[in-house]
């Protein structure tokens, strides 16, 4: 078989399972009037970027902007999401409430539809940025490190801020001040525990879930993009590019490029990061784990990789873009790193990975990232067809972000910016 033809089969094959995973994903459940009201309801999945109902939509509306479907199921996801009260208190986030129904709405709709429910969601959205800086300015008073939630993509200051760069020119005096926040986050923080003035401004007293209490017991540092450092590195990234800077906004991101640089180890399979750094690590400038974890874009290498590529565009350090490529397309060719990978979905698993490598060779300094992307597809297109019913539904977690990289990546021309929920583009 020619290289041409292998392509198309290639193509054909994503557009396919794309096809396959929408139709399965057309028409939003029934709401179970039996739900009730309690934090752990399931009532409050329709708001969820995650799991829920804003996540389908945006797959639905991307495919009926490209001319890949119709518009009934985005409509039918997006009246699902609105259901409910949207949250836009402490549990809101970028993954979860009024953000994360805005911007489903923004990204997944025609330009000139919804522009009146953008503005209501904004009058929320915006006010609840401002009440997230003063905490953290209570916070940094009263000397205490900051929470994951306080500053993270998922839920905290960087996931908001993502929203309102997707929603720029508006709101850019709000955006400003988040990205200001960030510069700020960069810095010690004077707080009286161990941890001392050695530990960055991003060090979190946070347990990780599932982690052993005793070695984070002073802190640690999250180095992955979803809740750790590199999703404020990303985010100043391309706010800069987008022309939106602050005071020290270059400085900040010099700052987490430093530390990323000091906790980057070489091994045989090539560069990798740990995915959190204990207080006894810091100590002893040194990991106590021998090998990369999973390769995926929440903690591992496509992540991290990808948030430094940014970076070292937009401080126009072409070097530093290519040890980034570099340390990804390691990763992606270790046949023993991608065997870690058990799931198919953006946040843990193969989506994500692919997601991450395809944007940063589309700005890869040199030609080796692009030239691994055909077996990568291959082998995510191989694991995609194991998809059976029963898998959870969502964009982050779920068949929507499958289908919505398979689509992604048999579309001509660039992403329609939902990425920007993950801070890869």
Not at 40 to 69: E, K, M, N, T, Y
Not at 268 to 273: C, E, K, L, R, S
């Amino acid at each position: 078989m020619t290289t041409t033809a292998h392509v198309a089969m290639r193509l054909a094959g994503a557009r396919v399972a794309a096809d396959q995973l929408a139709a399965a994903l057309a028409v939003p459940p029934p709401p179970d009037p039996a739900a009730g009201y309690d934090p752990d309801s399931p009532r409050w999945h329709g708001q969820s970027l995650s799991v829920g109902a804003p996540g389908i939509a945006i797959l639905h509306g991307i495919r009926a902007l490209d001319g890949a479907a119709d518009w009934a199921p985005a409509r039918a996801w997006l009246a699902c999401a609105l259901r409910e009260y949207l949250a836009a208190g402490g549990g809101a986030g970028l993954w979860h409430g009024a953000p994360a129904v805005a911007f489903a709405l923004h990204t997944a709709t025609p330009p000139d539809q919804n522009r009146h429910l953008l503005q209501r969601l904004d009058a929320a959205i915006v006010p609840m940025v401002h009440r997230r800086l003063e905490e953290a300015g209570r916070r940094l008073d009263a000397r205490l490190r900051p929470l994951p939630g306080e500053f993270d993509l998922v839920n905290g200051l960087t996931g908001l801020g993502a929203y309102l760069l997707h929603r720029a020119p508006r709101h850019v005096e709000a955006l400003r001040e988040v990205l200001a926040y960030l510069v700020w986050l960069t810095q010690p923080v004077p707080a009286d525990d161990a941890a001392g003035a050695d530990a960055p401004g991003w060090w979190t007293p946070h347990l990780p879930a599932g982690h052993p209490g005793r070695p984070f017991a002073d802190g640690h540092s999250d180095q992955g993009i979803a809740h750790g450092i590199c999703g404020p590195l990303a985010l100043l990234a391309l706010a800069a590019r987008a022309g939106i800077t602050v005071h020290a906004h270059h400085e900040a991101m010099a700052t987490i490029c430093a530390w990323l640089q000091q906790w980057r180890y070489d091994g045989p399979a090539g560069p990798w990061w740990p995915e959190r750094i204990t207080l006894a690590e810091l100590r002893q400038s040194r990991s106590r784990h021998h090998g990369p974890a999973r390769p995926s874009w929440c903690y591992g290498t496509p992540g991290i990789a990808r948030a430094l590529q940014l970076a070292a565009l937009a401080l126009d350090h072409p070097g530093q873009a290519r040890a980034a490529e570099d340390a990804l397309l390691a990763c992606i060719t270790d046949t023993a790193q991608l065997d870690r990978l058990d799931t198919l979905g953006l946040c843990h698993g193969w989506a994500g990975m692919v997601a991450s490598t395809w944007t940063a060779a589309a700005e890869a300094t040199t030609p080796g990232l692009a030239q691994s992307l055909p077996p990568l597809v291959d082998a995510f297109l191989h694991r995609a067809a194991t998809i059976v019913p029963g898998q959870p539904p969502g964009l982050i977690d779920g068949a929507a972000g499958v289908a919505l990289v398979l689509h992604s990546i048999t579309t001509p021309g660039p992403w329609r910016g939902w990425e920007t929920c993950l801070l890869l583009a």
